[in-house]
């Protein structure tokens, strides 16, 4: 058969990262297949809609690399992909359901219902509406809610592809709101009807939705169409493993990543490795590859835990694999404005912050005041006692050791002037005078700060002349 699967996420204003997983494992089973992907946005409760999700979604699928056939931009033959624009499908099915008898308005209040519920709780058992169905039906005018009537009360069996068959008591069905007040169609009946509309095969959802199952396949009964196959992905852990990874244990959308320096292709990796593992000992897999190895079976049913150093490690890895015009492409955002005018220095420091940065979100705050690469927009005013090594604090040797550094830089022609041959150039010295000695005071000269790149990459990424200038002025402060 043709794999349809679908992505349908609700737009309210936040893509956590176990959604947009669900839209990997979707998206890689259909290229999979050569089949067909469907965007469907699933915007039914009013209430919690956020201006300018649908384009927050969108925008976080692209920068996955993930497109859609069909989509809130792209309809298809089945009509509309946006739910609120498919009214009158779901009130269509929902007529066919009254005519049938398998529907009916619900004729009580909401304090009614709830003075039920309550009933139910105080004497300990589930509240079932079922048990509070009236013996004769009004005519449905749109007015109240319809409701769903279960016509036969059994235990429901299923097989999901990642959890193996699973089956639930009578005590799970119930009368459940098909179409509400406000004329628009709850998610149990509204999914299950755009899921056949759409021809979806192949549903992938998080767990929370196994509970439900058997409302969902009662529905299917009273429609008298097939349901898709399910497969229902493991939950994305928080670190200690004892619960699902929510907003308050640093859950974060999708797009803060990017804006933190994350290469999409690194987290659609790691993502993908949270519940599947390939067949071969291997983790960094560029997107072909993926859905080369991708299949269902190897889908875990244990939850997995996202692990934001191991994401950082695959980051890294990816960092790795570009070329420097590549680097430069993905870093140019997070380069502070200032240095994007330093284009020779910024050719210099490029060799030190691919060797540094996990994620391209860390280039900015090294080179902010005080930090590491702070030395390189300006020299910070220092005393010159801080150019005494503490071994030797003498003023006279400090000035003794940097005028030979000066010197020796001098020599060095402007286009051999790296930080290999600078450390060649002034090795020997440091190690008959002494390490501290020598390459303490040119550190400090260089910088101005005692934590800071060694000495001979400080002076390639400053350039001759600026290096041979700071020398000057620390043995101008030692005078």
């Not at 960092?319 to 420097?324: A, G, Q, R, V």
């Not at 994007?340 to 902010?368: C, H, N």
């Not at 550094?405 to 002494?434: H, N, Q, R, V």
Request: proline share 5%; net charge negative.
């Amino acid at each position: 058969m043709k794999i349809i699967t679908r992505f349908a996420p609700s737009p309210t204003g936040f893509m956590h990262i176990g959604g947009v997983r669900t839209a990997l494992f979707a998206y890689l089973w259909v290229k999979k297949n050569d089949g067909t992907f469907i965007l469907r946005i699933e915007d039914t409760d009013q209430e919690r809609l956020v201006p300018g999700s649908v384009e927050h979604i969108k925008e976080a699928l692209s920068w996955f690399g993930i497109d859609w056939n069909y989509g809130p931009d792209k309809p298809g033959p089945f009509g509309s992909c946006i739910q609120s624009e498919r009214l009158e499908i779901y009130k269509k099915y929902a007529l066919e359901l009254e005519k049938k008898g398998l529907a009916y308005p619900d004729p009580y209040t909401k304090e009614e219902v709830e003075a039920f519920r309550k009933t139910a709780e105080a004497e300990k058992k589930p509240f079932l509406y079922r048990e509070h169905r009236p013996e004769t039906f009004q005519k449905w005018d749109g007015t109240k809610p319809l409701r769903l009537k279960v016509s036969e009360i059994k235990k429901y069996k299923w097989h999901d592809i990642v959890r193996g068959d699973l089956e639930a008591g009578e005590a799970a069905l119930d009368d459940f709101v098909l179409i509400k007040s406000d004329g628009f169609p709850t998610y149990n009946f509204a999914h299950i009807i755009d899921d056949y509309e759409m021809g979806i095969t192949h549903v992938f959802r998080a767990d929370e939705f196994i509970s439900s199952t058997p409302r969902f396949l009662s529905l299917y009964d009273a429609l008298g169409i097939k349901p898709p196959l399910f497969a229902t992905l493991p939950p994305i852990l928080r670190d200690d493993r004892t619960k699902k990874l929510g907003k308050r244990d640093g859950a974060k959308d999708v797009l803060e990543y990017r804006a933190e320096g994350y290469m999409p292709e690194a987290l659609f990796n790691y993502l993908t490795l949270l519940g599947w593992h390939p067949t071969r000992d291997k983790e960094v897999m560029n997107v072909p590859e993926l859905i080369s190895e991708f299949t269902l079976e190897r889908i875990q049913k244990g939850g997995a835990v996202f692990d934001i150093e191991k994401l950082n490690w695959f980051n890294k890895e990816y960092i790795n694999k570009l070329s420097d015009v590549e680097f430069d492409q993905h870093s140019k955002n997070f380069v502070p404005e200032w240095l994007a005018d330093m284009k020779d220095e910024y050719a210099r420091l490029r060799q030190l912050l691919r060797e540094k940065v996990s994620t391209f979100g860390e280039i900015g705050p090294m080179f902010e005041r005080g930090s590491e690469l702070g030395f390189v927009r300006e020299l910070s005013d220092y005393l010159a006692d801080m150019l005494l090594w503490k071994k030797n604090p003498s003023r006279e040797e400090a000035a003794k050791h940097l005028a030979f550094a000066k010197e020796t830089l001098t020599s060095i022609d402007t286009d051999k002037f790296t930080a290999e041959t600078i450390k060649e150039s002034l090795w020997k010295y440091a190690e008959d005078k002494g390490r501290g000695d020598v390459l303490w005071p040119l550190r400090v000269a260089l910088t101005g700060q005692e934590k800071s790149p060694d000495p001979f990459m400080s002076a390639f990424i400053l350039g001759k002349v600026e290096s041979l200038a700071r020398i000057e002025k620390a043995i101008g402060k030692l005078k």
